[in-house]
């Protein structure tokens, strides 16, 4: 079976579905965790009457972290950065303060430097939710009676980022896990795969399986770098968790080197060795001193499992793994050099600014919700775009269905504030559900946010007015339409043409796995391969959705697809010690292919 992360096709229907339902760990108690926030964010508006206490929601959604010292640093920046906000709007608010053509030049200014930022800097995501909320304050202008009209702007978008950033303090503390078990339960969720492909290894545990370990351990790594930041576990244990974590990918990789080369059950001694493993990082702690099962000699993915059981906690002296990378700065080292920046910039500018346009020009202020899309739905390349349409609009439709039809069926009935935030949280569940998917799904959950919450959110209380909802739903819709129009008609950029620099970074992570000196610093290595194998997976399927002009040549995807298929088969083999020359071979012959 063709490997997932390698097809250049689009995921099919079932597989979308799959992912949709997937249980992966944490994932219910994620999402339980942000339909909650999102459900506070709503009665601190509904309390403080905040005007579109929909924006807020959506920004508690899309900024919501699965841990809580993440969540703790995101509130904080979010109301550090709030301070920064007002004065850029107060000064604006006095320059443009009845100079119609002032309010412009401001938007597109402003739309121009955040849309850099999401860019070329590590500000994105948060970028976009700053320029959709600045934005917003300075054309809610027109909105407000003169007399209070720079009082009322600068308190409403005050509350538009300090609601969400005081409930992500607040509330995270809460009821949010820490990321020692956050990376606990990732730990224990890839040996519980690994254990269900060894026990039953057909083609839909191993998909299952190969998505997972393309994930890599990127998530992993940042929750032990969150966890050395509360301060209340020694160093010793996060060295053996961070192990654990790379232990844990290598596991599951030579799990499914097993079952790709014999394709038969694993013992049953390794079975219950992971178990048991696995239950004890569930329940917050981490084993010591393993005890190696006994493992048929003739497999040798098994017997490498077994060695790598032994010193699954067991750190370096030194902090080898991390690869010598340095910290980087805010900018990314392309950021004022590479004329996609700007290009990117500009295309979204267009994209708010003819939005805003539209909004005027037919006097409709109930579609203003145009310009918050393009915010939302801006992707850097056409595959992005094009891929994620579907998603987006998708998305969107299901949301506001959820909303119109809440509408119709349950607002009338609703009597008090506490059944308005049942539906309220039911709702945000759903989209919180998808949006703590899979990747390839995730977005339509921010969609399916975006609609419920703009449909349903109006004023103060249940709503019963389906104007609004009609003419929110036309204006997600038509942002839709006019960032898809600008980012596909102007410098379209294909992700084809990062194709080719995606797999040569994965060339360059299998060499540097290649020439570990010890297995705990091959196992990083091992988990940095399959973060770049993931993302070279990912451009692949973008650039598969082009437009046909823009798409290369079949033999060429097709090639690209077997250097990927080859490479994560190569990263599993190369778990084993002294890799050979028929591995240094297939190395070389990757090289060649990608240069």
């Not at 991390?322 to 805010?330: I, P």
């Not at 009338?412 to 799904?441: C, Q, S, Y």
């Not at 046909?548 to 090639?559: F, G, I, N, T, Y």
Request: net charge neutral.
């Amino acid at each position: 079976m063709a490997r997932p992360a390698a097809s250049p096709q689009r995921p099919a229907l079932a597989r979308i579905w799959r992912l949709a339902c997937d249980p992966a760990p944490g994932r219910l108690r994620y999402a339980l965790c942000m339909a909650a926030a999102c459900t506070a964010t709503v009665l601190a508006g509904e309390i403080w009457q905040v005007p579109d206490i929909a924006v807020p929601a959506l920004v508690t959604m899309a900024l919501w972290q699965k841990d809580r010292v993440t969540n703790v640093i995101a509130g904080i920046a979010v109301n550090v950065l709030i301070l920064v906000i007002l004065v850029v709007l107060y000064g604006l608010i006095r320059l443009t303060l009845d100079h119609p053509m002032a309010i412009v030049v401001s938007v597109a200014v402003l739309s121009f430097c955040f849309f850099f930022l999401g860019s070329a800097s590590k500000l994105k995501p948060v970028a976009y939710m700053l320029g959709l909320i600045t934005v917003y304050g300075l054309i809610a202008v027109d909105e407000v009676p003169v007399g209070e009209i720079a009082t009322r702007a600068l308190l409403y978008t005050d509350l538009f980022l300090a609601i969400p950033g005081l409930v992500m303090i607040g509330l995270g503390l809460l009821i949010c896990p820490s990321p020692k078990t956050v990376l606990g339960q990732a730990i224990a969720g890839r040996l519980r795969m690994a254990v269900a492909l060894l026990r039953h290894p057909d083609d839909a545990t191993r998909e299952r399986a190969r998505d997972m370990l393309h994930q890599g351990g990127a998530g992993m790594m940042a929750n032990v770098k969150m966890a050395m930041l509360e301060r209340i576990w020694t160093s010793r244990d996060l060295a053996c968790l961070k192990q654990a974590a790379y232990s844990s990918i290598g596991v599951l990789a030579l799990a499914d080197a097993a079952v790709r080369e014999g394709g038969q059950p694993g013992p049953a001694p390794l079975i219950e060795t992971l178990e048991r493993m696995a239950a004890i990082f569930e329940a917050g702690d981490y084993p010591a001193d393993i005890v190696p099962p006994a493992v048929p000699s003739n497999e040798p993915a098994l017997a490498e499992m077994a060695a790598l059981i032994a010193i699954f906690t067991t750190p370096t002296s030194q902090e080898q793994s991390s690869g010598g990378k340095k910290r980087g700065g805010f900018f990314f080292p392309d950021a004022f050099t590479n004329p996609d920046h700007v290009r990117f910039a500009v295309k979204g500018t267009a994209a708010v600014m003819t939005s805003y346009f539209i909004f005027k020009i037919l006097d409709w202020p109930g579609i203003h919700t145009c310009i918050i899309t393009c915010f939302i739905v801006a992707q850097p390349t056409m595959g992005e775009m094009i891929s994620k349409l579907t998603l987006r609009i998708s998305g969107a439709l299901m949301g506001a269905a959820l909303g119109i039809g809440s509408i119709i069926v349950l607002m009338p009935h609703l009597n008090d504030i506490a059944a308005f935030l049942v539906l309220i949280f039911t709702g945000a569940l759903i989209a919180a559900w998808i949006k703590t998917g899979d990747e390839r799904i995730a977005y339509a959950g921010l969609q399916i946010g975006l609609a419920f919450f703009l449909t349903d959110l109006k004023d103060y209380g249940p709503t019963t007015d389906m104007t609004v909802a009609r003419d929110r739903v036309v204006g997600i819709m038509l942002g839709n339409l006019v960032t898809y129009a600008m980012f596909t008609s102007f410098w379209p950029t294909s992700a084809h043409d990062k194709v080719a620099d995606a797999l040569r970074r994965v060339v360059r992570a299998l060499a540097a796995q290649c020439e570990s000196l010890t297995p705990q610093v091959r196992l990083a290595r091992t988990a940095e391969t399959f973060n770049a194998i993931s993302a070279s997976a990912r451009m692949l399927e973008f650039a598969a959705t082009e437009p046909v002009h823009m798409r290369a040549e079949a033999e060429k995807m097709s090639q690209y697809g077997t250097v990927l298929r080859d490479a994560s088969a190569l990263a599993e083999d190369l778990l084993r010690p002294e890799p050979g020359a028929e591995a240094r071979a297939r190395l070389g012959r990757l090289e060649r292919l990608v240069s």
